[in-house]
T-cell receptor, first 117, second 110 residues
Framework: GAGVSQSPSNKVTEKGKDVELRCDPISGHTALYWYRQSLGQGLEFLIYFQGNSAPDKSGLPSDRFSAERTGGSVSTLTIQRTQQEDSAVYLC???????????????FGPGTRLTVT | GQQLNQSPQSMFIQEGEDVSMNCTSSSIFNTWLWYKQDPGEGPVLLIALYKAGELTSNGRLTAQFGITRKDSFLNISASIPSDVGIYFCAGQTSGSRLTFGEGTQLTVNP
């Protein structure tokens, strides 16, 4: 596709339920990132995938958060046993990262707005 | 961890005025990026800066990568109503994660 797509655009869930958020990166982009944006705040890094390398999970706030990337393309962010503080917009970005080259710019999807009631 | 201080937090200006916002960091970044975010949308990349001292323009936008690698500014000239939105700076070091500022909310009065 032309840009990064995310689904669903909005998700309302009850506290304690699990949720899955999906990201489709730009075709040909090898790197994929997840960020979280709380109301009125900047973006907080969660996790980064680059090719077949082990993902950088250092931004995940707790072990309730996990993500996977299948086939080097689509990624799913899973939040287990959701809490109200998990309410935020979850943004996915992708970039065309080449080994040994300068980091390429990250392009963002529209985000998934998660509300935990 | 690394933090970016972005200022001002908000700006209210008249159409046609110039705008300036900046970001400072306590640590060095190798890349500075400026994004604009409209309500309900993801951030859109405006300008990317890769070299200390670099000055880059994109239409009415001009951004500079500070010589110390710890700061960057963004200028918008002759503002128009569609410039309304939240502007974020972001820094990147050897890793690929971006560290974002808190954003500058820009309001342009026609």
């Amino acid at each position: 596709g032309a840009g990064v797509s995310q689904s669903p655009s909005n998700k309302v869930t009850e506290k304690g339920k699990d949720v899955e958020l999906r990201c489709d990166p730009i075709s040909g982009h090898t790197a994929l990132y997840w960020y979280r944006q709380s109301l009125g705040q900047g973006l907080e890094f969660l996790i980064y995938f680059q090719g077949n390398s082990a993902p950088d999970k250092s931004g995940l706030p707790s072990d309730r958060f996990s993500a996977e990337r299948t086939g080097g393309s689509v990624s799913t962010l899973t939040i287990q046993r959701t809490q109200q503080e998990d309410s935020a917009v979850y943004l996915c970005a992708s970039s065309r990262r080449l080994a040994g080259a300068l980091p390429y710019e990250q392009y963002f999807g529209p985000g998934t707005r998660l509300t935990v009631t | 961890g690394q933090q970016l201080n972005q200022s001002p937090q908000s700006m209210f200006i008249q159409e046609g005025e110039d705008v300036s916002m900046n970001c400072t960091s306590s640590s060095i970044f190798n890349t500075w990026l400026w994004y604009k975010q409209d309500p309900g949308e993801g951030p859109v990349l405006l300008i990317a800066l890769y070299k200390a001292g670099e000055l880059t323009s994109n239409g009415r936008l001009t951004a500079q990568f500070g010589i110390t690698r710890k700061d960057s500014f963004l200028n918008i000239s002759a503002s128009i109503p569609s410039d309304v939105g939240i502007y974020f700076c972001a820094g990147q070091t050897s890793g690929s994660r971006l560290t974002f500022g808190e954003g500058t909310q820009l309001t342009v009065n026609p």
